[in-house]
């Protein structure tokens, strides 16, 4: 009698659609390059996936993989497109020969506030012209997102205070709308890693960095630097956590509404969680010595001048190329606008 309930609950087992074993118990691997504690981690992966597993009542949990335990920045689209991890921070710029449209939101000028990016963003990714030009083509879908608050210019040695200054200076910055940024103003862009930063500044082979406030932190480069400028926004980077479309499609509905109900929540929870804890970084910093130098009216307007150009240079380029940059462009200044934000250097 015994055996026969077994193999009958067997049966029953196999017989089971996919996502009804999913939502029973489910496991996903999540991984990114981050170090442990970093402050994006906290305000939005952490809190996403606690979230996740109270809305399926315990049902889906994750093993998190941080500080490049699986793989480097750039190649966690391929780890997750893959399978060799679920879930991945797939940040556009590290891929873009593969996601070149998404940089749309790391352009210079286009908002001042991390939420105003992070809510265009959000849209665009998950329902316009990025949702089908880029994450579908990919084999990924959009959970995560936040579009950090304007980079700045970040210097060891001599601060900025006029277009002259930014001649010459090697800055890192993660490629593609940067170096467009870096070049309009006659600096040198050097292309890597968050992660690989801190040697290469600490051995004097860069002279600063293009780069958000709390990473300056989370990195340690705050006891590299020694000033920052203020007034005016260098462009922007996306951190995005994306799943294997394949692992989303086998998902059941219930665990599907529940992840995009909690994505949903995170997000607007996320940018003014990274707005706020920069306000507290910035008094930190200062203290500890780091000078932030608002840049002169005359030094913004020119430099302003000089970017206006950046966002049709970018578009243009990848329009040569098939790609819909010029669009992607419109739909993401006018969710801008409609989350009022104004473009100040296209």
């Not at 793989?71 to 070149?100: E, F, H, W």
């Not at 970017?307 to 739909?331: M, P, T």
């Amino acid at each position: 009698m015994k055996k026969n309930l077994v193999r009958a609950a067997a049966v029953l087992a196999l017989s089971l659609p996919v996502s009804t074993l999913q939502a029973q118990a489910l496991e996903l691997k999540v991984a990114d390059s981050f170090p442990a504690g970093h402050y994006l981690v906290r305000l939005m992966l952490k809190p996403w996936m606690d979230d996740v597993t109270r809305r399926t009542n315990g049902a889906v949990t994750f093993t998190y993989y941080p500080n490049q335990q699986i793989g480097k920045a750039a190649d966690m689209l391929r780890l997750t497109q893959s399978g060799v991890v679920d879930i991945g921070y797939i940040g556009p710029s590290y891929v873009s020969d593969k996601m070149p449209l998404s940089e749309v939101a790391q352009l210079p000028g286009a908002f001042a506030t991390s939420c105003q990016g992070t809510l265009a963003y959000w849209k665009i990714a998950r329902e316009g012209i990025l949702a089908k030009q880029e994450y579908a083509p990919n084999k990924i879908k959009l959970l995560l997102a936040v579009v950090l608050p304007p980079y700045q210019v970040w210097t060891v040695k001599s601060k900025v205070e006029t277009t002259k200054d930014m001649q010459g200076l090697k800055l890192r910055t993660t490629g593609g709308a940067q170096d467009l940024t870096l070049r309009a103003l006659s600096a040198v862009p050097v292309r890597m890693a968050a992660p690989d930063a801190y040697e290469s500044l600490s051995r004097g082979t860069m002279d600063g960095l293009l780069f958000p406030l709390d990473s300056v932190v989370s990195y340690g480069l705050d006891k590299l630097v020694k000033h920052a400028t203020e007034g005016v926004s260098f462009g922007s980077f996306i951190v995005a956590y994306s799943i294997n479309q394949s692992v989303w499609d086998k998902l059941s509905d219930d665990v599907k509404k529940a992840m995009n109900e909690a994505s949903e929540a995170i997000s607007p929870q996320a940018c003014a969680g990274v707005e706020k804890e920069g306000e507290v970084t910035k008094k930190q910093m200062q203290d500890e010595g780091i000078s932030f130098d608002p840049l002169p009216e005359a030094t913004r307007t020119e430099i302003k001048d000089k970017l206006k150009g950046v966002g049709k240079e970018w578009a243009s380029g990848l329009d040569s190329r098939g790609k819909q940059a010029s669009a992607a462009l419109k739909e993401f200044d006018d969710l801008l606008t409609a989350g009022g934000a104004k473009q100040s250097a296209r």
